[in-house]
């Protein structure tokens, strides 16, 4: 679609996964938790935590304009 989205790809199998799909995603923001569970993100004027295993987010902070 054009927009910027989080994949992840699998060792050894390669197999690949889209993690995101938002047009507000900051690409260069996502950083993992200690465990690799989780990935944290910034997307427009909040910044989330995405579940790995579920790809669940959750908003854990919100900045109005």
Same mark, same amino acid.
């Given at each position: 679609? &054009?927009?910027?989205?989080?994949?992840?790809?699998?060792?050894?199998? &390669?197999?690949?996964?889209? !993690? @995101? %799909?938002?047009? /507000?995603?900051?690409?260069?923001? /996502?950083?993992? *938790?200690?465990? &690799?569970?989780? !990935?944290?993100? @910034? $997307?427009? &004027?909040?910044?989330? $935590?995405?579940? $790995?295993?579920?790809?669940?987010? %959750? *908003? !854990? /902070? /919100?900045?109005?304009?």
């Amino acid at each position: 679609d &054009g927009n910027p989205n989080l994949y992840e790809v699998g060792f050894p199998d &390669g197999k690949i996964r889209q !993690l @995101t %799909e938002d047009a /507000a995603l900051h690409p260069f923001s /996502a950083c993992l *938790s200690h465990d &690799g569970n989780f !990935l944290y993100l @910034t $997307r427009g &004027g909040s910044i989330s $935590r995405l579940d $790995r295993g579920s790809l669940k987010e %959750e *908003s !854990l /902070a /919100a900045f109005p304009n």
